[in-house]
C-alpha cells in the first residue's frame, strides 16, 4: 500500500503566477482534503473533496480551487500567487469523508513563492 | 481558525522520563486525532479517541478525552530520542474536518 503520495515535493514558483499540486489518496479511501501549513503552524483547513465535490470549504479565497477526479485522486491549484502562499501543502485522505476514522496524510508539498 | 491551544509549547526531557502535552478546544467533537510530525514532513497518525471514549492506549501512548472540560492529554512513556517531533492535536467536527492546534514541539535527549 503506498499510502498517500503527493508530488512534486518541492516547488518554487514566482509571484503572479499559477500552481497546480497534486495527491494520490491511499487505497480504500475516496475523501481527499488540503491542508496548509505555515512554518511554525498548525494545519489549515483549506478544502476538502467527496464524490468529485468540494464539501466544505475553509477560510481561504477563491484563488484556491481544487479537483477531484473519478479515481479519487485530486489537485490543488493557486492562482495568482502571493508571498503569503509559501508553506507546506498537506493533502489528507480518509474513507467517508472521514467522519469517524483517522485521516492519513502525504508527505507534503513545500511550496516557496519569490 | 485554529481551534486547539497545545501545551506546552515545547517540551524538552531525558530519554526514558514520561512526556504529557495538553490540548484544550472549542467547539464539540466528533472524535479528536494525535499526530506526529518530523522535522515539517508529512503527518503521522498515533491515536484517535471518540468522543464517547475517555481513555485509550497504543503502545507507549495514552490518550486521555474530557469532553466536559473540552481537553484531552498525550502521554508518552519511556520516551526516547525518535521520540523527538512535534505533536498536534486535531479535532473531526460531524463533517470531518479536521482543526489542529498549534502544536507541542518534543525534544528528547539521549
Known amino acids: 500500500d503506498a499510502g498517500v503520495t503527493q508530488s512534486p515535493t518541492h516547488l518554487i514558483k514566482t509571484r503572479g503566477q499559477q500552481v497546480t499540486l497534486r495527491c494520490s489518496p491511499k487505497?480504500?479511501?475516496?475523501?481527499v482534503s488540503w491542508y496548509q501549513q505555515a512554518l511554525g503552524q498548525g494545519p489549515q483547513f483549506i478544502f476538502q473533496?467527496?464524490?468529485?465535490?468540494?464539501?466544505q470549504r475553509g477560510n481561504f479565497p477563491d484563488r484556491f480551487s481544487g479537483h477531484q477526479f473519478p479515481n479519487y485522486s485530486s489537485e490543488l491549484n493557486v492562482n495568482a500567487l502571493l508571498l503569503g502562499d509559501s508553506a507546506l501543502y498537506l493533502c489528507?485522505?480518509?474513507?467517508?469523508?472521514?467522519?469517524?476514522?483517522?485521516?492519513?496524510f502525504g508527505q507534503g508539498t513545500r511550496l516557496t513563492v519569490v | 481558525s485554529q481551534q486547539g491551544e497545545e501545551d506546552p509549547q515545547a517540551l524538552s526531557i531525558q530519554e526514558g522520563e514520561n512526556a504529557t502535552m495538553n490540548c484544550s478546544y472549542k467547539t464539540s467533537i466528533n472524535n479528536l486525532q494525535w499526530y506526529r510530525q518530523n522535522s515539517g514532513r508529512g503527518l503521522v497518525h498515533l491515536i484517535l479517541?471518540?468522543?464517547?471514549?475517555r481513555e485509550k492506549h497504543s503502545g507507549r501512548l495514552r490518550v486521555t478525552l474530557d469532553t466536559s472540560k473540552k481537553s484531552s492529554s498525550l502521554l508518552i512513556t519511556a520516551s526516547r530520542a525518535a521520540d523527538t517531533a512535534s505533536y498536534f492535536c486535531a479535532t473531526a467536527s460531524n463533517t470531518g474536518k479536521l482543526i489542529f492546534g498549534q502544536g507541542t514541539t518534543l525534544q528528547v535527549k539521549p
Open positions: 487505497s480504500g479511501h475516496d475523501t
Open positions: 473533496y467527496y464524490e468529485e465535490e468540494e464539501r
Open positions: 489528507a485522505s480518509a474513507r467517508d469523508r472521514g467522519l469517524y476514522t483517522e485521516a492519513f
Open positions: 479517541i471518540r468522543s464517547n471514549e
